[in-house]
């Protein structure tokens, strides 16, 4: 029995290449139990002849479905070959899958691990918990929820990964050349970790919540790896590839229980192996609790990336229920991590289905102020229609691509002529300059701009200017340079896709608002 697992396909939602941490867990976990199994990433690898192989297995994911599976479409499939899917887009998805895909054998429900051993060592078997196999000449759909790992697999499962057999030097090489020769090495030299199975919150927007439920039936609860096991995993990583200067904990809440946090920290402290390593971190900014903070600066703790998702109330609570803006707590709990030298990175979905253009302009203002104190923004302009989610359930709802449109119409053409603009002008800026830095904050400054131009709304716009010089985007020039750089090309993207030349009437009043 060979095994071969793929991961997403042609398609990515980061700025920054990364390994699909799934498939490399999957392939370790059988590896242990005898298999042969061989894991690829199509963004740097190449698919092998898939003819050798027994079993052949999908990552899919949203923004790379439609890649993934018209590469197994045209497989030619030997006899008793299987082809199947797994991750969120096949949990939520997969009978669809089915019905426009017959290459696809079956789909891998939730976590993976239990039903895809089950399947190697017995291919034949159609009541495989956790597998859902596609209904194939005139037989119906067979389907067995499974089980969601228990506390001690899971540790035991994300502690043996080989990390080591995951080529993370060939990542960071690929995204210094994507940055330029003025890497930081802190920013591109990550290793991403999960220490949680699951997130414990339920917003209308995420599917995570969902996942283990549809897979299983049940809602396991959630389960942490203990401090000090998470600690060994550092120190382990840093021996092995003593390159890498950051780790990222993408769990969406690492800072509850407060217990397992502080634990952590100081077991971070306590080992001198990890003394020049940094860390991003993900969680809910009212879970810090205030004993945090030097440990944090101590630990090497540099960005929290905090879901505050929105500053308007009506947006926030379309994206979930019940939860309420408190800008003023914020502020002040964002005033404090920066004091720290804790970087707070604000996570923002800008627009809803039911957003209204004021309701999108009172969040960006707002992320304009805190980018001026020096808070790093992740803007999103829509919401995305992730499988699964209680959003993408909504029958009135009407999504283009990945993207959930604002009923308002107004607004829906400001996002669309953003985006345009902010492709354009991408072009415009490679074909001049070859490589741009293009952080999180540097994108999310750009569609705050855009908006403010093509509203005319002239004292914001300038601001935004002002602080281009803070996030440097094009390479080798210095800090005041870089809105002079860009000035054109801005001007350029807004006069091609309204369909004005800079000479024109409209285009002499867009530059005087520049």
Same mark, same amino acid.
């Given at each position: 029995?060979?095994?071969? %697992?793929?991961g997403?396909?042609?398609?990515?939602?980061?700025?920054?290449?990364?390994?699909?941490l799934?498939?490399?867990?999957?392939?370790?976990?059988?590896?242990?139990?005898?298999?042969?199994?061989?894991?690829?990433?199509?963004?740097?690898?190449?698919?092998?002849?898939?003819?050798?192989?027994?079993?052949?297995?999908?990552?899919?994911?949203?923004?790379?479905?439609?890649?993934? !599976?018209?590469?197994?479409?045209?497989i030619?499939?030997?006899?008793?070959?299987?082809?199947?899917?797994?991750?969120?887009?096949?949990?939520?998805?997969?009978r669809s899958?089915?019905?426009?895909?017959?290459?696809?054998?079956?789909?891998?429900?939730?976590?993976? $691990?239990?039903?895809?051993?089950?399947?190697?060592?017995?291919?034949?078997?159609?009541?495989i918990?956790?597998?859902?196999?596609a209904?194939?000449?005139?037989?119906?759909?067979?389907?067995?929820?499974?089980?969601? !790992?228990?506390?001690?697999?899971?540790?035991?499962?994300? !502690?043996d990964?080989?990390?080591?057999?995951?080529p993370?030097?060939?990542?960071?090489?690929?995204?210094?050349?994507?940055?330029?020769?003025?890497?930081?090495?802190?920013?591109t030299?990550?290793?991403?970790?999960? /220490?949680?199975?699951?997130?414990?919150?339920?917003?209308?927007?995420?599917?995570?919540?969902?996942?283990?439920?549809?897979?299983?039936?049940?809602?396991?609860?959630?389960?942490?790896?203990e401090?000090?096991?998470?600690?060994?995993?550092?120190?382990?990583?840093?021996?092995?590839?003593?390159?890498?200067?950051?780790?990222?904990?993408?769990?969406?809440?690492?800072?509850?229980?407060?217990?397992?946090?502080?634990?952590?920290?100081?077991?971070?402290?306590?080992?001198?192996?990890?003394?020049?390593?940094?860390?991003?971190?993900?969680?809910?900014?009212?879970?810090i609790?205030?004993?945090?903070?030097?440990?944090?600066?101590?630990?090497?703790?540099?960005?929290?990336?905090?879901?505050? $998702?929105?500053?308007?109330?009506?947006?926030?609570?379309?994206?979930? %229920?019940?939860? /309420?803006?408190?800008?003023?707590?914020?502020?002040?709990?964002?005033?404090?991590?920066?004091?720290?030298?804790?970087?707070?990175?604000?996570?923002?979905?800008?627009?809803?289905?039911?957003?209204?253009?004021?309701?999108?302009?009172?969040?960006?203002?707002?992320?304009?102020?805190?980018?001026?104190?020096?808070?790093?923004?992740?803007?999103?302009?829509?919401?995305?229609?992730?499988?699964?989610?209680a959003?993408?359930?909504?029958?009135?709802?009407?999504?283009?691509?990945?993207?959930?449109?604002?009923?308002?119409?107004?607004?829906? $053409?400001?996002?669309?002529?953003?985006?345009?603009?902010?492709?354009?002008?991408?072009?415009?800026?490679?074909?001049?300059?070859?490589?741009?830095?293009?952080?999180?904050?540097?994108?999310?400054?750009?569609?705050?701009?855009?908006?403010?131009? %093509?509203?005319?709304?002239?004292?914001?716009?300038?601001?935004?200017?002002?602080?281009?010089?803070?996030?440097?985007?094009?390479?080798? !020039?210095?800090?005041? $340079?870089?809105a002079?750089?860009?000035?054109?090309?801005?001007?350029?993207?807004?006069?091609?896709?309204?369909?004005?030349?800079?000479?024109?009437?409209?285009?002499?009043a867009?530059?005087?608002?520049?």
């Amino acid at each position: 029995m060979k095994i071969l %697992l793929i991961g997403p396909m042609g398609g990515t939602d980061k700025m920054y290449f990364a390994p699909p941490l799934g498939i490399h867990r999957l392939r370790s976990y059988l590896d242990s139990h005898g298999f042969r199994v061989d894991a690829v990433d199509p963004t740097i690898q190449d698919i092998p002849d898939t003819d050798p192989y027994d079993i052949i297995g999908y990552s899919i994911l949203a923004w790379s479905a439609d890649n993934s !599976l018209e590469h197994a479409a045209n497989i030619r499939k030997r006899e008793g070959q299987l082809i199947i899917v797994g991750g969120y887009e096949a949990t939520f998805s997969y009978r669809s899958i089915f019905e426009n895909n017959p290459c696809v054998d079956a789909a891998v429900l939730g976590e993976g $691990e239990y039903a895809l051993l089950e399947l190697a060592q017995d291919p034949s078997r159609r009541t495989i918990k956790g597998i859902a196999w596609a209904p194939r000449d005139g037989e119906p759909e067979v389907l067995a929820l499974g089980n969601s !790992l228990s506390g001690p697999d899971f540790a035991r499962v994300t !502690l043996d990964t080989d990390y080591e057999g995951i080529p993370f030097p060939e990542y960071w090489k690929r995204n210094e050349a994507k940055i330029g020769p003025d890497f930081d090495p802190y920013e591109t030299r990550t290793i991403r970790l999960y /220490v949680k199975n699951r997130c414990g919150f339920k917003c209308d927007f995420c599917s995570s919540a969902n996942f283990h439920s549809a897979a299983t039936g049940e809602t396991p609860a959630v389960l942490t790896i203990e401090p000090d096991d998470v600690a060994g995993l550092l120190v382990r990583l840093v021996k092995a590839f003593p390159e890498v200067r950051t780790f990222f904990f993408q769990d969406d809440e690492i800072f509850a229980p407060k217990t397992f946090i502080t634990g952590l920290l100081k077991e971070i402290i306590g080992k001198p192996e990890l003394e020049d390593i940094r860390y991003i971190c993900q969680g809910r900014i009212d879970a810090i609790h205030p004993s945090l903070y030097p440990l944090m600066k101590d630990a090497g703790f540099q960005t929290l990336i905090l879901g505050l $998702e929105n500053f308007s109330q009506n947006i926030l609570s379309e994206l979930a %229920l019940g939860k /309420v803006v408190r800008y003023q707590e914020y502020s002040e709990r964002i005033g404090t991590l920066l004091e720290w030298g804790l970087i707070p990175f604000v996570n923002i979905i800008l627009s809803t289905p039911g957003a209204k253009l004021e309701d999108v302009l009172e969040t960006t203002d707002r992320c304009l102020v805190e980018m001026e104190r020096g808070v790093e923004i992740g803007m999103n302009l829509y919401t995305n229609n992730w499988a699964g989610s209680a959003m993408s359930q909504r029958k009135d709802y009407e999504s283009e691509g990945f993207n959930l449109l604002p009923f308002d119409l107004r607004l829906r $053409e400001l996002l669309k002529k953003t985006d345009d603009i902010y492709n354009h002008f991408l072009e415009w800026g490679f074909e001049n300059y070859e490589t741009l830095k293009i952080k999180s904050s540097t994108r999310s400054l750009i569609f705050v701009l855009i908006m403010n131009l %093509l509203l005319e709304r002239k004292e914001p716009a300038e601001r935004c200017w002002k602080l281009f010089a803070q996030w440097p985007l094009v390479p080798n !020039l210095a800090a005041n $340079e870089q809105a002079d750089a860009i000035r054109p090309g801005i001007l350029d993207s807004l006069g091609s896709v309204s369909g004005l030349s800079g000479r024109s009437r409209a285009g002499e009043a867009l530059m005087e608002v520049i």
